[in-house]
């Protein structure tokens, strides 16, 4: 499994605009083959918002990024006008390990 963290640089006061974007868009992802799951952060000074996916494999999140439905969902993102203050930065890890709660 692989994690992908898109830390997106927002404009003072727009976290919370930016999160609602997230929440209210067409949600192409949560079908696509091999997505596991999405998270959407706000720091705690609103001035990043950080989008952690997870997929079963590089190759998944791979045929995601050239897919039909990412160039959708990812349709007119560069128009946020100022909401943004600079370029989303991308990374990629490898889940070596992972907890879940002992019941």
Do not use: C
Not at 12 to 23: Q, T, Y
Not at 75 to 96: I, Q, T
Request: glycine residues 12%.
């Amino acid at each position: 499994m692989i994690a992908i963290f898109n830390s997106i640089p927002v404009s003072e006061g727009a976290a919370d605009r930016v999160v609602e974007m997230f929440a209210n868009s067409r949600g192409a992802v949560q079908g696509f083959p091999g997505f596991v799951s999405m998270e959407v952060l706000r720091s705690e000074g609103a001035d990043e918002v950080l989008v952690v996916t997870r997929w079963q494999s590089r190759e998944a999140f791979g045929a995601w990024v050239g897919s039909e439905e990412f160039k959708q969902a990812h349709a007119g993102s560069g128009g946020g006008g100022n909401l943004f203050r600079g370029r989303p930065k991308m990374s990629a890890y490898e889940v070596a390990l992972e907890r879940e709660p002992s019941l």
